[in-house]
T-cell receptor, first 114, second 109 residues
Framework: DTAVSQTPKYLVTQMGNDKSIKCEQN?????MYWYKQDSKKFLKIMFS???????INETVPNRFSPKSPDKAHLNLHINSLELGDSAVYFC?????????????FGPGTRLTVL | GQNIDQPTEMTATEGAIVQINCTYQ??????LFWYQQHAGEAPTFLSY????GLEEKGRFSSFLSRSKGYSYLLLKELQMKDSASYLC??????????FGTGTRLTVIP
């Protein structure tokens, strides 16, 4: 019954590796998002997808690439991981596009880069 | 750039009322959100204001003044479980959502 789920919950990896975080929502929402929350708890939007189309792409490094195989999934792939990528990554979804209305967040993925 | 300011930390007593302020300067405005986030958990939606005035929802109320670039979240009859971070977020004119750094509220007995 989980509305927005993410896997894995914890991810520990070495610098330079490539990793993916998966996100799925079963709410039938049109838009999904990825956020990064750093050690100071500052939450910053990275990407959003509406009907498989990227509609927000904040100034994040191109090492980060969102991939949406269908409306219910938005995965985050990260190449050549760096120490500064260590953070908690939240996936979210909303019924309406572009941030209007309530966003439902997943439980978060804590990424630690060593 | 976008600028959203909130106090970093607040402490209040169980049963009391607390007001968490948020001021913003953004490129356009399409609404303001308040989210609650307990330590180690995901943010959860509390309120959305797009027009001036007060929106009440149980023990929580949110106020907006667009002309002043100001909002507050009012929590009444504080409970210990209200200890959390409260995030103010503004939807800009370009429909991008920007979060403040959050206010960590500690409720004491």
């Amino acid at each position: 019954d989980t509305a927005v789920s993410q896997t894995p919950k914890y991810l520990v990896t070495q610098m330079g590796n490539d990793k993916s975080i998966k996100c799925e929502q079963n709410l039938g929402h049109d838009t999904m998002y990825w956020y990064k929350q750093d050690s100071k708890k500052f939450l910053k939007i990275m990407f959003s997808y509406n009907n498989k189309e990227l509609i927000i792409n904040e100034t994040v490094p191109n090492r980060f690439s969102p991939k949406s195989p269908d409306k219910a999934h938005l995965n985050l792939h990260i190449n050549s991981l760096e120490l500064g990528d260590s953070a908690v990554y939240f996936c979210a979804s909303s019924q309406v596009p572009k941030g209007w209305g309530e966003q439902f967040f997943g439980p978060g993925t804590r990424l630690t880069v060593l | 750039g976008q600028n959203i300011d909130q106090p970093t930390e607040m402490t209040a007593t169980e049963g009391a009322i607390v007001q968490i302020n948020c001021t913003y300067q953004t490129s356009g405005f399409n609404g303001l959100f308040w989210y609650q986030q307990h330590a180690g958990e995901a943010p959860t939606f509390l309120s959305y204001n797009v027009l001036d005035g007060l929106e009440e929802k149980g023990r929580f109320s949110s106020f907006l003044s667009r002309s002043k670039g100001y909002s507050y979240l009012l929590l009444k009859e504080l409970q210990m479980k209200d200890s959390a971070s409260y995030l103010c977020a503004v939807l800009t004119g370009a429909n991008n959502l920007f979060f403040g750094t959050g206010t960590r509220l500690t409720v004491i007995p």
